[in-house]
């Protein structure tokens, strides 16, 4: 799982999916709270503890664990994954 950082979309990690997909991997980069996604409008969503909670609701969507790789931004909610919810996950920063 790819995690962009700020204020990047889904769309930053286009070439390593690509490239990850030839090498045989399932790749996503969803887009996170914020940047240019619909993120909420309510402050209060902002904690670091939400970011987590999406990446957790996703493993447990497309099924893992997984490695996740957070760059700027994106690196907060894939380490905070990987202290939190650690048999789901490791974490890379880029």
Do not use: K, N
Request: hydrophobic letters at 45%; one cysteine or more.
């Amino acid at each position: 799982m790819l995690l962009h950082g700020f204020p990047e979309g889904w769309s930053t990690w286009r070439h390593q999916i690509a490239a990850l997909a030839e090498a045989g991997y399932r790749a996503v980069a969803p887009d996170q709270r914020v940047g240019r996604t619909d993120a909420p409008a309510d402050p209060s969503q902002y904690t670091s503890i939400h970011p987590v909670g999406d990446v957790v609701a996703l493993l447990d969507h497309i099924g893992g664990p997984a490695l996740l790789v957070g760059h700027d931004w994106g690196c907060a909610p894939a380490s905070h994954t990987a202290l939190l919810r650690p048999l789901w996950c490791a974490a890379s920063s880029a």
